[in-house]
Each structure stands twice: as structure tokens, then as C-alpha cells.
């Protein structure tokens, strides 16, 4: 006895066993044959058994038995042949599960169709239009930034301030990583020529530092600026800064205030805060973020660091006052406090072993731009709005030497000529004004910031581009 084919019910096969429609005919085609007995004097049998209760044999017509599943389940079909000796073969089975007939729906073109497919159709349909629509209502609303913009002389270039934004700093990624990778046991020197971009890495470094998450330390940053800061004020700027940025921490405790609010800074003179008193505050500040930390930031040690920039102004204070700081971060708090410090002349100074800061820092200079940061610092403010000409982006890289402000001058300028021609493809004609401009005027241009104060209007982001 052989089962040779089933058909019918939109059969499908489900590994060892069927599935079926219920509701609908389902066929069962077999063979079967003996040695000594002719095919037709053998019968025979099938039965089925539902859910484990089995019915009783019957015969079946010659090579063929049709039926229809009642009901939803699972069913086994038993075949067996018997002789004119009533002689029996092995019984054949198969497992066949009847699922119920699906929703259908008359659909114009074409026909039937499950209503769970008709549902996706729709649903696809609808997100097609949708997404049709809403790909469509942005190219509008595009271009009517972009004419916009060009109307009201859109420029985002401007020169000599450093970037805050980080959706608006490019080229020092990289570095910044590597930085932050440092920081947990070690401090920073950076140095470099003026204007390349050390205070925008501060300020970045503040952003990037808030963000880190460490499951050893949680960091505090301060950026603290040197320059102008004479002797007298220079422990009493360090606390200033140092307990304001504490002060902005969210959920301080009552408790936490009072110990700011009694701080010996806020209590003497300028001249009078030393650094006995700045050691002393600092204690205060560390107990501070240390229970701040317990609630806010459980099983991390705190790392207070210090972004100290144009530190060229304490390589000229006395001695003494570079020693006290170098104590307060060698002995004090050397578990606690880091630092890191730029400065132009700084590494000259401090490689010197006479200097109080040798072997303290390490050291990273930071060199000009590369081809694709430049292309990138040029292209990035302006995407969506204003393209360069490739003979454009070309001249400008060859003559800024990857210096970053050199670069915004060059766009600042070469954008106002664009603008004052009302096109949004800054040409090499373009770039060529701006080249003669700066170098007419022997400093940075100052573009045309001065007229943009109603361009809120637009709707178009005013932040400055990267300076440095």
C-alpha cells in the first residue's frame, strides 16, 4: 500500500505533516498491489483519527478517496490493502491539520482576494501615498528655504569665536576621543600656533565629557579662561568657576547649597584667597560632589577636570604660585583632580625640567587640518542650502594651509558674494573676491553679521559655523 498524492483544500506542507482548509475537498490518490493476488481482489481501507479517537475502517473506491474536513483541527489518515486471505498490508498514515477557510473579499481587478492580504495591500498603499506626500511637502518646503535663504542673505561662516554647538564642529572628532580615553587617570597638555582651534576643543571637551558613560568615573568639567587673570585672583577664578558649575548640578540637596553658600571665596578679597583657602574650598567641593555622586551616579568615582585655556598666562606668574598648583594636583587631589590645559608657548616652557609642570602633562599638539577636515568644515554648514564649485573648494583649501579661521574667512566672504549675486553656488569667481579681500585687508573680514539680525525669520538655524 502506497500513498502517491493529495490535492485539493490548498494543501501545504508543514515539515513531516500537512495543513489544510477545512470546509473545503481534499483528495487522496494511492496505489496498491500483491505478488499473488490480482489488483482486483484486493480492498481497500481508510480511516481517520481525530484528536487521537480513531473511526472506523472503510473502504475505498479503487486508487482514489475524496474527502471534506469537517472542522478546524488535527487529523491522521490510516490506508491499509487487504487479500482474498484476508492477508493485511502495513497501514500508510498521514498527519493532515485543518486550519479554518480565511476572510475572502472581491477586490475589482483582482477578484478574490484574504481579506488579511487586501489589509496589507491597504496598508501599503496608504504608506506609499503617505510617504509619496510627505518626500513631496519637504522638497517644497526645501526649496523655500533655499530661496529664502538666498534672499535674506543667509551666511552661517563667521570668524575668531570658537565653536559650542557640536552639531557644528567638525575636523577634531578623533582627537576628542582620544582625549576623553585619557582622562581617567592622566591630564592633558595641548598646544599649538594661535587661533588653530584649541579653545573650540575645550569647549567640545565640556560638551563630550557630560556625555561619557563610565562605570568607574562620572566627570566634572569646568572651563576656566586664563587670560588677563593676574596673580593676585588667580585661586579665587579657579573656586569661582569651580563652584558655580557645581551650583548648576540639578537635584542639589539643601544641605549641599549651604556648604556652597559658605565657601571662603565668596567671604575674602581677591588678595587674601590663597592657596591654603583654595585647598580648603576644594574639600568642600569634592565632599559635595562625592554624595552627589553616591545618589546620582552610584559605584563611580568622581573626576573633577579642570579645561584651563590660554595657560601661556601662568607660565608668567611666579613660581610659587605654579608650584602650589602643581601640589594641589600631584599630593592633594591626585585621585580626584585632572586638568587639561592649552596654550600657545606652554610646551616650550614647561619641557624644561626647571619648569614646576615637567613630566606632569601629557602632551598633544594640535597641527592644521587635513584636506578632508578642511572640505568638511566648508561644505558641512552650508549642506541643504548653498554648494561649492570643486575649482572653489580647491583654491580655498590650497590657500588657508588648513588653518581653520583662515577657512571661515574664505567662505564668510566668498558667501557674500554669492548672496549679493542672489545665486546659492558659491563659484571660484567668488572665492577669488574673497582672496583679494583678505588679503587687502590684512586681518580677518568681518563679513556681513551686522545685518542679519532679523533673519530668524527664515526659519534657517543662526548659529555660526566652526571658527576654530
Not at 31 to 46: E, H, R
Not at 56 to 67: H, M, P
Not at 210 to 217: A, P, R
Not at 291 to 306: F, M, P, S
Request: glycine share 6%; hydrophobic share 40%.
Amino acid at each position: 500500500m502506497r500513498l502517491d498524492q493529495m490535492s485539493g483544500a490548498k494543501l501545504e506542507q508543514d515539515g513531516s505533516s500537512w495543513q489544510a482548509y477545512a470546509e473545503q475537498p481534499l483528495t487522496f490518490q494511492f496505489s496498491f498491489g500483491d505478488l499473488q493476488t490480482n489488483q482486483d481482489k484486493i480492498a481497500v481501507f481508510v480511516r481517520s483519527v481525530e484528536n487521537g479517537q480513531p473511526e472506523a475502517w472503510v473502504q475505498a473506491s479503487d486508487g482514489e478517496y475524496q474527502l471534506t474536513l469537517a472542522q478546524p483541527g488535527h487529523y491522521t489518515f490510516e490506508f491499509k490493502a487487504r487479500d482474498q486471505a484476508f492477508n493485511y498490508s502495513p497501514v500508510t498514515a498521514v498527519d493532515v491539520t485543518a486550519i479554518p477557510v480565511p476572510a475572502m473579499i472581491s477586490v475589482p481587478l483582482l477578484g478574490e482576494v484574504e481579506v488579511r492580504i487586501f489589509q496589507l495591500l491597504v496598508l501599503f498603499g496608504s504608506l506609499a501615498i503617505f510617504g509619496f506626500g510627505y518626500v513631496s511637502f519637504e522638497i517644497v518646503q526645501h526649496r523655500r528655504r533655499i530661496v529664502a535663504a538666498v534672499e535674506r542673505g543667509y551666511n552661517p561662516y563667521i570668524s575668531g569665536e570658537p565653536v559650542r554647538r557640536v552639531d557644528m564642529f567638525f575636523g577634531r572628532h578623533d582627537l576628542l576621543r582620544r582625549i576623553v580615553s585619557t582622562l581617567h587617570n592622566n591630564s592633558i597638555m595641548i598646544h599649538g600656533e594661535r587661533r588653530i582651534g584649541k579653545t573650540t576643543l575645550l569647549y567640545q571637551l565640556a560638551n563630550a565629557l557630560q556625555e561619557v558613560e563610565d562605570e568607574e568615573f562620572w566627570f566634572v568639567s569646568v572651563y576656566i579662561d586664563l587670560e588677563g587673570t593676574t596673580e593676585e585672583e588667580f585661586f579665587h577664578l579657579l573656586m569661582d568657576e569651580i563652584a558655580q558649575t557645581v551650583r548648576e548640578l540639578p537635584e542639589l540637596a539643601p544641605e549641599q547649597i549651604e556648604i556652597l553658600n559658605g565657601l571662603l571665596n565668596l567671604h575674602l578679597a581677591e588678595n587674601q584667597y590663597t592657596d591654603r583657602e583654595f585647598n580648603r574650598d576644594l574639600r568642600q567641593i569634592i565632599h559635595i560632589l562625592e554624595e552627589y555622586g553616591a545618589v546620582q551616579h552610584r559605584g563611580c568615582q568622581v573626576r573633577l577636570i579642570l579645561l584651563m585655556d590660554e595657560m601661556d598666562t601662568l607660565s608668567r606668574f611666579n613660581h610659587l604660585i605654579q608650584q602650589q598648583l602643581r601640589r594641589i594636583f600631584m599630593r592633594d587631589f591626585a585621585a580626584t583632580l585632572g586638568a587639561v590645559v592649552a596654550g600657545i608657548e606652554i610646551s616650550k616652557e614647561w619641557e624644561r625640567v626647571e619648569s614646576p609642570w615637567f613630566n606632569l602633562f601629557n602632551e598633544i599638539a594640535m597641527a592644521p587640518f587635513s584636506t578632508d577636515e578642511a572640505i568638511q568644515l566648508l561644505t558641512e554648514p552650508v549642506r541643504g542650502y548653498y554648494m561649492f564649485e570643486p575649482d572653489a573648494l580647491d583654491f580655498i583649501v590650497e590657500h588657508s594651509d588648513g588653518r581653520p579661521y583662515r577657512l571661515q574667512q574664505y567662505a564668510l566672504e566668498a558667501v557674500n558674494q554669492m548672496l549679493h549675486h542672489k545665486r546659492r553656488v558659491i563659484t571660484l569667481a567668488d572665492v577669488l573676491v574673497a582672496h583679494e579681500l583678505i588679503q587687502l585687508s590684512g586681518q580677518q573680514p568681518k563679513g556681513s553679521w551686522g545685518e542679519d539680525a532679523a533673519r530668524g525669520e527664515l526659519g534657517v538655524p543662526q548659529t555660526p559655523a566652526p571658527a576654530t
